[in-house]
Every structure is written in structure tokens, then in C-alpha cells.
């Protein structure tokens, strides 16, 4: 599932669909903000983790509202101090990113590391983090195409030299709008969930028991 912006019915319409069977069901971050029931959203997800092993939970840049301010920010900002520190000690250990075999799933766009073994020692904060958490791809030739409104962009030299150095051949990924749904050949997949942007809610199924390479291999059902 791609950004949900407190959008629970399609939180919920998810959960009902494909939890109770086998399937595994992530989440690629921003749960909050935008939407109008931010808070009931998050609070059904972090319920739901803790009784559901296949349900996963990952970090988008809108969990992380304690450690790089932004806005809007309507959910952190309607909190009591005493609630942006509970939240933000329950959203800071989520994991950045969710593998599988021949593909990579994360919010925004993968580090520049050796291995994935090396997103382990990923410092909160760290510029790597920053472009997990907020960075965006453009389909055009080149590496660091510079920032947008404080969003680091890159390019396809960018994304075929990172994704050969972790060896996957998808990127399932969320957080800009602005993106195609496909890029690079139809290796890089930029989905959402959610009503927030006026798109069609989305979500992407893959066979985990096979090698997912491209396009070809991904399932779009629309809610």
C-alpha cells in the first residue's frame, strides 16, 4: 500500500481484503496528515502490527515530523506536547524498507550503500535517511538532479547504479504525487492509497514465492 494520509477506509478496506489470508501487507509510510482521520488511521495500523506478523509497517517522512519538521503538518500540530513525544517514540523504530526476492520497497528513494546488510547502520537524520524518507526519481539522465522545494531528485543513472548494487530489479515506492506510476522501464513503481491527491486508490500484489523483475510481474488493483 502506497501513502494512506488518514484515509482509514482504505486502510480498512485492505486489511479486511488481505490480512486474514495469505498474504504478507506493507505499507510504505505516511499514515498521517492530509486526511481527516489521521489519528484513527495510525492508531488502527499500530493496533493491528502488534496482533498480525504479516502486517508491516514502514517509515515515510510524515512519522518523522519529530526529527525533520515540515508542513503541512495538521496531525503533529494538533497534538499535546506530551502527544508528539508518545507518538514520536512509537514511530521511530519503524523500518525504512521491506525486500523481497528481486524487489526493494520503501518511501522514498533507496541510499547510496554497498548492500542492504549496510541499511542497518542507517543514522536517523543522516543524509542517507533524509533521501529515503524524502526523496523523489524524474525520468531523466543523470545522478543528483539537485533539489525541489528541499526534496532531493534523481536520475536514471541514479537508480540503475543503485539498484545494481543491491541486486533487485523493482523499486516499489510512495510519496510524490508528481511521479509516474511507472519509470525506468517499468522497474520502479510509485504507488498511493489514498484519497488525499484525487488519484485512484492503489495498491500493488506480487508473488512472493517467484522473482519479481518488472511491470510485468505486478498486480495494480484499484480499491
Known sequence: MGDTHGDLQASRVVVKTYLPKNYTVVFLGDYVDRGPQSRE???YLLALRETHENLVLLAGNHEMYPIESFRPAEFWEGLSPSGREEYGTALASLPLAAEGKGF??????PPDVASLKAFEGIETGSPQWFRMMWGDFREKEGEDLGPFLGRPRF?????????KTLRKHLLIRSHDPRAPEWMFGGRCLTIFTSSAYGRDRRIAVVNLSG???SCADV???TL
Open 219 to 221: 498486480e495494480l488493483v
Open 41 to 43: 488511521n495510525l492508531d
Open 211 to 213: 522473482t519479481t523483475r
Open 104 to 109: 526493494l520497497a520503501l518511501h522514498g528513494v
Open 155 to 163: 536520475g536514471s543513472g541514479y537508480f540503475f547504479r543503485v539498484m
